[in-house]
């Protein structure tokens, strides 16, 4: 199993806007970060007690020169004027590697996109990647006033660039008051056709576009949320502690699980209290994961026979558990064989 913990070095710190930066990292050395339009790094930052471990998507898209990610201060919070107060170029940061279900599926031709503050990053990364790629999109984008708008001038030029493909509608609160969902719906309606539609920014921003598209009819197995939160463990700290041993089968209940990742399948005892996580990693696979309390989804995979209970889950939705997604950190088997797919 390669080590999961990466050593980035910063190569540029950019102010975005007065409370955001975009923080790039060299590459090379360790090799190329992949990564999928959406995704995010978790990043290890110092703290008042020790260390801090928090979520950043990256606003970069893959065959981007630098992965990058944008940071937005949040007043009071820790890692976030770290980063932007204190992070310069040279220093280097321990990350987790990118993860995370927000990003386009093959299929996703079309995506409508709803974006507000700091939820810009990682639809800047599904932007930029579509501008290359292919497929259209149609942003809306809320922000407070014009002096917080990241990435104003990017969009700009994308929009000019791919006028036939690339749309942005901005929302300023100055300007038009709070988003509501009356008027996300009438300004989303021309697009509600649209394959996928993302969702990204903070809580009420998200109830409100989420109520806009249940107003148009938009089947909610088409909605990808990203929601933000600060993780309240260190995913690192246990990376870092004593060698883990395979889980004793010691119980009778022990299960077995068929694994699907990186192309290959194994069978595996699975002792009925060992998350599917644990195992997996106990036993040097690599399988992917950033906060380890259920509120992330980087662990994310299908059970595709069998059944398995969630001890805790803040992240999936209906939607996603219909579809047979569980997060495999809280994953126990609840059936005699359980069969797991990593897409
Ligand atoms: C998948 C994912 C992707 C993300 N992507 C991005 C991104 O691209 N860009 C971005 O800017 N952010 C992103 N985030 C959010 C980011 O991970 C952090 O949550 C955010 O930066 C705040 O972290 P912080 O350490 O600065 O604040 P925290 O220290 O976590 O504090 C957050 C807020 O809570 C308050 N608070 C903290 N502790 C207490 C307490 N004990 N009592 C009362 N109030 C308290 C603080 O004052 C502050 O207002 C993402 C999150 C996730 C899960
Ligand atoms: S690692 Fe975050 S939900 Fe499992």
Same mark, same amino acid.
């Given at each position: 199993?390669?080590d999961?913990?990466?050593t980035?070095?910063?190569?540029?710190?950019t102010p975005?806007?007065?409370d955001?930066?975009?923080?790039?990292?060299?590459?090379?050395?360790?090799? !190329?970060?992949?990564y999928?339009?959406?995704?995010?790094?978790?990043?290890?930052?110092?703290a008042?007690?020790?260390?801090?471990?928090?979520?950043?998507?990256l606003?970069?898209?893959?065959?981007?020169?630098?992965?990058?990610?944008t940071?937005?201060?949040v007043?009071?919070?820790i890692?976030?004027?770290?980063i932007?107060?204190r992070l310069?170029?040279?220093?280097?940061?321990?990350?987790?590697?990118?993860?995370?279900?927000?990003?386009?599926?093959?299929?996703h031709?079309d995506?409508?996109?709803?974006?507000?503050?700091?939820?810009?990053?990682p639809?800047?990364?599904i932007?930029?990647a579509r501008?290359r790629?292919?497929?259209?999109?149609?942003?809306?984008?809320?922000?407070?006033?014009?002096?917080?708008?990241?990435?104003?001038?990017?969009?700009?030029r994308l929009? !000019?660039?791919?006028?036939d493909?690339?749309?942005?509608?901005?929302w300023?609160?100055?300007?038009?008051?709070?988003?509501d969902?009356?008027r996300?719906?009438?300004?989303?309606?021309?697009?509600?056709?649209?394959?996928a539609?993302?969702?990204?920014?903070?809580?009420?921003?998200?109830?409100?576009?989420?109520?806009?598209?249940?107003?148009?009819?938009?089947?909610?197995?088409?909605?990808?949320?990203?929601e933000?939160?600060s993780?309240?463990?260190d995913?690192f700290?246990?990376?870092?502690?004593?060698?883990?041993?395979?889980?004793?089968?010691d119980?009778a209940?022990?299960?077995t699980?068929?694994v699907?990742?990186?192309?290959?399948?194994?069978?595996?005892?699975?002792?009925a209290?060992?998350?599917?996580?644990?195992?997996?990693?106990?036993r040097?696979?690599?399988?992917?994961?950033?906060?380890?309390?259920g509120?992330?989804?980087?662990?994310?995979c299908?059970?595709?026979g069998?059944?398995?209970?969630?001890l805790?889950?803040?992240?999936?939705?209906?939607?996603?558990?219909?579809?047979?997604?569980?997060?495999?950190?809280q994953?126990?088997?609840?059936?005699?064989h359980?069969?797991?797919?990593y897409?």
């Amino acid at each position: 199993m390669t080590d999961p913990i990466l050593t980035l070095r910063v190569a540029e710190v950019t102010p975005e806007t007065d409370d955001a930066v975009s923080v790039s990292f060299e590459t090379g050395g360790d090799g !190329e970060l992949r990564y999928r339009p959406g995704q995010f790094l978790t990043l290890r930052v110092p703290a008042p007690d020790g260390w801090a471990a928090r979520c950043y998507s990256l606003s970069s898209a893959p065959g981007d020169t630098r992965p990058t990610v944008t940071v937005k201060r949040v007043p009071g919070g820790i890692a976030s004027n770290w980063i932007c107060a204190r992070l310069r170029p040279g220093d280097t940061v321990e990350a987790l590697p990118p993860a995370g279900r927000f990003t386009p599926a093959p299929g996703h031709r079309d995506l409508l996109l709803f974006a507000a503050g700091s939820g810009i990053t990682p639809v800047m990364s599904i932007l930029r990647a579509r501008a290359r790629e292919g497929g259209t999109a149609v942003l809306v984008y809320a922000n407070r006033d014009e002096r917080s708008v990241i990435f104003a001038d990017e969009l700009r030029r994308l929009t !000019e660039a791919h006028p036939d493909r690339i749309q942005v509608v901005h929302w300023l609160e100055t300007l038009h008051g709070l988003p509501d969902p009356g008027r996300l719906a009438a300004l989303a309606r021309p697009f509600a056709g649209a394959d996928a539609a993302m969702l990204c920014g903070p809580a009420p921003f998200m109830r409100a576009a989420a109520e806009a598209l249940h107003q148009l009819g938009v089947d909610r197995a088409r909605v990808l949320t990203e929601e933000y939160q600060s993780l309240a463990s260190d995913p690192f700290a246990s990376l870092c502690a004593a060698p883990r041993t395979p889980p004793a089968a010691d119980d009778a209940a022990t299960a077995t699980v068929t694994v699907e990742l990186d192309g290959e399948r194994r069978t595996l005892p699975w002792p009925a209290r060992t998350t599917l996580l644990d195992l997996l990693r106990a036993r040097n696979l690599d399988a992917p994961f950033s906060c380890r309390e259920g509120a992330c989804s980087a662990c994310a995979c299908r059970v595709v026979g069998g059944e398995v209970k969630l001890l805790r889950n803040t992240v999936l939705e209906e939607e996603d558990l219909a579809e047979g997604y569980v997060l495999a950190c809280q994953a126990i088997p609840l059936t005699d064989h359980v069969e797991v797919v990593y897409d």
